[in-house]
């Protein structure tokens, strides 16, 4: 299978999360997040699985960096928790919290690796979300003091920033449909914990630059939204999905301003805040992971909006279907849209989960992770060929780790993580994914 051709600057690298991969919550000063409080919680998490330790990565991580300079990638996509630098989500910092950090992000620049840094990750300080969270402005004004704390601390190591992980997954799936922490079924009225989210983002981004930092962008989750079928009324509700979806982050982000549509549902004087949010991005970061769905006009009240499944392609065992072209679409409507205003891109997200496990001759055969990767490279590099810009891309995930409500059943890593005794496996598509980077 003959792999696409990349620039030979181009910047490949691994994704993770810290509550995904560190375990340790009650270590090192930690304080708790909204997650453990929601994996605590009967119920939410598939099995009632528990992140106390995940992949243990806060005691394992030179371990893990090996695997990481193995591949021979440029750049380590980790995020820093919140509530290990401060524990109630403001005040002073935690000094334990900024040592391991320290820790970490030096030992991934002594393997020669570029820590490229998520602020947020998901992981609200539950003395925050306590005080109204994403729903409560003042949490965008404690974000900005805890992205000024890192950016002093880390502006000299770190080389590419990202301030908040995909703020529509956490407005939509925290906030409006409950099926991740903190649990709130608000519906449309979560919209403004997007507002609060991309104020928090410009403040962020603000900050940071005091610090001295360079290469600041973001990691926002997108996928083309397609009708249903070819009709006005379900083009108009793909058209409101994808304002809901797409344009909600990307349009204050980029352009300034948000769609009409969502005007209504969004707080009071939000313009005035629409120029700290429209920073100036040295790149813009995109997960990708497969279409939402498609759109039908829905029941009207509350939701003028109903999405389907995408159907007729293969699927992951995470339920998610498998479509490449839809990256490209996608990558060249942003181009198409944003035009000038659209930096150059990251990928910051990219993979698949598959029920993997330890063959008999000790190796992890994916074949099918392989197919996912190198389809999905084939529709960027198609992409770029037609004028998009871009610069990188970073394959969810280096390891196998806990997936949210969905726990440790779905496994995005390169490498395989035994839950039990914590043993690391490289995969196939990890020795794939190596030859690719390293373009032998
Ligand atoms: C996301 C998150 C990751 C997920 C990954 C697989 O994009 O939802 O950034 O934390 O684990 O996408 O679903």
Redesign the pocket.
């Known amino acids: 299978m003959q792999n696409p051709i990349f620039p030979p600057d181009f910047l490949w690298g691994v994704?993770t999360?810290a509550f995904?991969i560190e375990g340790a919550t009650s270590e090192g000063g930690r304080g708790p997040s909204i997650w453990d409080t929601f994996t605590a919680t009967e119920g939410k998490i598939a099995r009632g699985e528990q992140a106390n330790v995940a992949a243990d990565h806060y005691h394992r991580y030179p371990e893990d960096i090996a695997l990481m300079a193995e591949l021979g990638v440029g750049a380590y996509r980790m995020s820093i928790a919140w509530p290990r630098i401060q524990p109630d989500g403001k005040g002073a910092p935690n000094p334990e919290g900024l040592g391991f950090y320290d820790k970490l992000i030096d030992a991934v620049c002594e393997a020669g690796i570029a820590p490229a840094v998520t602020l947020y990750?998901?992981d609200t300080p539950q003395a925050v979300e306590d005080e109204g969270g994403w729903l409560s402005r003042a949490t965008a004004e404690r974000f900005a003091e805890y992205a000024q704390i890192i950016g002093d601390r880390f502006a000299d190591r770190v080389k590419l920033w990202i301030p908040l992980?995909?703020p529509m997954?956490m407005s939509i799936f925290g906030y409006g449909i409950g099926e991740y922490a903190p649990g709130k079924v608000l519906l449309l009225d979560a919209i403004p914990t997007a507002h609060h989210q991309n104020l928090a983002h410009g403040l962020a981004v603000q900050a940071l630059r005091a610090a001295g930092a360079t290469n600041i962008g973001t990691?926002n989750?997108h996928s083309p939204i397609w009708p249903a079928d070819d009709t006005p009324e379900d083009n108009a509700a793909a058209e409101w999905l994808d304002a809901l979806l797409n344009r909600l982050y990307a349009d204050p982000m980029l352009l300034g301003s948000y769609p009409e549509q969502l005007h209504a549902h969004l707080p009071a004087g939000f313009a005035d805040d629409l120029p700290t949010i429209a920073q100036p991005l040295d790149f813009y970061g995109v997960?990708y992971?497969e279409p939402q769905g498609v759109a039908k006009p829905g029941p009207g009240n509350p939701l003028p909006f109903e999405l389907r499944d995408v159907e007729g392609y293969p699927m992951t065992t995470?339920d998610s279907p498998i479509v490449p072209h839809a990256l490209r679409e996608l990558l060249l409507d942003f181009h198409r849209r944003y035009r000038d205003q659209l930096p150059p891109i990251q990928i910051t997200?990219n993979?698949c989960?598959f029920a993997d496990e330890v063959a008999e001759d000790g190796g992890v055969h994916d074949p099918e992770r392989i197919d996912f990767l190198h389809s999905h490279l084939v529709a960027l590099r198609e992409a770029m060929d037609a004028g998009v810009d871009v610069r990188g891309y970073f394959c969810?995930?280096l390891m196998d780790?806990f997936?949210?409500s969905k726990g440790y059943a779905?496994r995005?890593g390169l490498v395989h993580v035994d839950y039990e005794t914590l043993r690391r496996t490289p995969k196939d598509s990890f020795h794939w994914y190596r030859k690719l980077v390293r373009n032998e």
């Open positions: 994704s999360s995904q990750h998901w992980n995909e997954v990691a989750n997960n992971y995470n997200e993979g989960s969810w995930s780790n997936e949210w779905p995005f």
